[in-house]
Structure formats: structure tokens, C-alpha cells
């Protein structure tokens, strides 16, 4: 039997509720999905500032309602609830994966010989590591807000009265795991940092994702941008739309819009509208092309909680 995981619940409490008030850990062995359990609990009027972590989920959901599944102690699974009230919701999940990108992998090791792994962010919401090894797919991020105002009484933590409640759920791969059956190779925390474990990873990711969400709430994602450009797997790349349009990536606007050239000019790509993959043989700029995965490692698409 497996000993049990050792997680750092209080100290990522005691870094958090200055932040946050009212903010609570919870760890459960078991749960049909981080995210669905939170967004349950603010339709139910349970609207305090929560973060969620699972060992286990049988019904994990990432982009388009796909399934992510993992075993016990082979990945990260955690959602984060707050009220939150930006004046612009745009480009949301890409500041989370940079927040999430820099507390895994502060410093991008330099291009060159050896190529180590590199933590990347495919939009609008893939974690991704690039090197020698090539493209592969760490984690994935699904934001949601639930479908009304959060109460006055929680609201008042916010900026102003029309706050929501709010959700970010991340999923990372902690331990390698077979590609059988994958549409893209898996990468994981080993690869960034051999010994890197699920605990230690989330009192790295979660006190700088709830600054990252305040500071998010009065600027909005434009001063992200350039941190973003950082780590942009696509740029550059030749990629192909959903619609079917084929064009080639430059990056993204202040509001989080892909920015794609096509035969028909630029145009801004918002994630509600259309996905993108790359394409086989794309140009190369940072990072080794490939075909995109649909799950953090697995068929689905974008990691889901």
C-alpha cells in the first residue's frame, strides 16, 4: 500500500488567508471533479474563497467537457473558488498559466545544447513542455464562473457589487505516465524537476495564483502579455483552426485573443469561438513542433480538476 500523501494544507493556508478571508483548504481522497464540487457549492449559496484538491477524480473535466482521469499520487488536481470582479474577463486562463508556468519553472533554461525541458503554454489553456524530447502536454486549466452574481455579503470582498464566483481548476501530470493511445506524448513534473511532487507543486502554484487573481482583477490580462509571449508555444507556428482555416500564429493580444494570419488577413481567435492545433510541419520558434493532445496526457482535450 501506498503511504499517504503528506499535504502542505495549513502552510497553504497560512500564505493564502492574508489574502483571501475566509479562505479554506480541503483535501478529499476521492471526488467526481474539483471543479463541479465548487461550482455546486456557489449555485448552493457557498461562495467563500475554497481551494480543492483531490487524490482522486472519477469524472474530471477539461475544455469542451472532455474526461481527465488519473491514479492516485500521479497528478496535481485542484480547483480554486473565489468571488472575483475584473472589469475584463479576457484572457483569464492564459494568466493562470503563467502564473502556474513561473512557479514551476521560474527561469526558462536557455535554448541550446542539451535542450532541457521547458514549461510552455499552448492557448488557450495547455501547459506544455518543450526540449529535446520534443512537444508534450503537462497540464491543462479550466475556468469557470457560475452562472449568477455572487451574494452581496461575498460580492463585498471584491471590487464591486456585480462580483462572480469564479473557478480555476488545474490539472498536472506529476509522474510520467505511457503514451499508448495518446493523440500526444504526456510530459510531467519529472521532466521539469526530477522529484518534484504533488504537495510541493501546489504550495508553489497556490499562493502566487491568488495574488496573480487580485492583481488580474484590477489590470486585467495586458500587463501578462509579455510574460506570456514568454512562454508561447505557437508563436510562429503554422496552425490550423477548427473551422478548418490554416494560418500562422503571432502571439496574442492584451486581451488574450490569438492573433492567426490568414489568407483573409490577421484575426483575433477568442477561445469561445474556435480551437487551434498546430500543424506537423509548422515553421519552429521556441519550442519543437507537434500534433496537439487532447488531454493532459490522455484523448481528451485541455486538463480539467
Not at 529535446?132 to 452562472?147: F, H, N, Y
Not at 473557478?167 to 510530459?187: A, D, F, K, T, Y
Not at 508553489?204 to 509571449?229: K, N, T
Request: charged share 15%; with cysteine; glycine share 12%.
Amino acid at each position: 500500500m501506498n503511504a499517504p500523501i503528506r499535504w502542505p494544507a495549513e502552510a497553504v493556508w497560512e500564505a493564502v488567508s492574508p489574502l483571501l478571508p475566509g479562505f479554506t483548504v480541503e483535501v478529499l481522497p476521492t471526488i467526481d471533479s474539483t471543479n463541479t464540487e465548487l461550482m455546486r457549492r456557489a449555485r448552493a449559496g457557498q461562495c467563500e474563497p475554497t481551494l480543492l484538491v483531490a487524490e482522486q477524480q472519477t469524472a474530471g473535466r477539461g475544455r469542451l467537457g472532455r474526461v481527465w482521469q488519473s491514479d492516485v499520487g500521479a497528478s496535481l488536481m485542484m480547483s480554486l473558488g473565489l468571488p472575483l470582479a475584473p472589469k475584463d474577463w479576457s484572457g483569464l486562463s492564459l494568466a493562470v498559466g503563467v502564473s502556474v508556468a513561473e512557479s514551476l519553472q521560474p527561469v526558462l533554461p536557455p535554448l541550446g545544447a542539451g535542450q532541457p525541458a521547458r514549461v510552455g503554454l499552448k492557448w488557450p489553456n495547455d501547459l506544455w513542455l518543450g526540449g529535446a524530447a520534443g512537444d508534450r502536454k503537462l497540464g491543462g486549466i479550466l475556468v469557470e464562473t457560475a452562472s449568477f452574481v455572487a451574494p452581496q455579503a461575498v460580492a463585498s470582498q471584491a471590487s464591486t457589487s456585480t462580483a462572480r464566483y469564479v473557478v480555476v481548476g488545474i490539472g498536472i501530470n506529476v509522474l510520467p505516465r505511457s503514451p499508448e493511445g495518446m493523440s500526444m506524448p504526456p510530459g510531467s513534473l519529472q521532466d521539469v524537476e526530477p522529484g518534484l511532487d504533488a504537495p510541493t507543486a501546489l504550495l508553489r502554484i497556490v499562493p502566487p495564483l491568488a495574488a496573480m487573481l487580485q492583481a488580474f482583477e484590477g489590470y486585467g490580462f495586458a500587463p501578462m502579455q509579455p510574460r506570456f509571449a514568454a512562454r508561447d508555444v505557437l508563436q510562429g507556428r503554422a496552425v490550423t483552426l477548427s473551422d478548418g482555416h490554416t494560418g500562422t500564429a503571432h502571439g496574442v493580444g492584451d486581451d488574450g485573443a490569438l492573433l492567426v494570419h490568414t489568407a483573409g488577413g490577421m484575426q483575433a481567435i477568442t477561445s469561445s469561438e474556435i480551437s487551434v492545433r498546430p500543424v506537423l510541419a509548422a515553421p519552429l520558434s521556441r519550442f519543437a513542433p507537434s500534433p496537439e493532445g487532447d488531454a493532459t496526457g490522455g484523448p481528451a482535450k485541455p486538463a480539467p480538476r
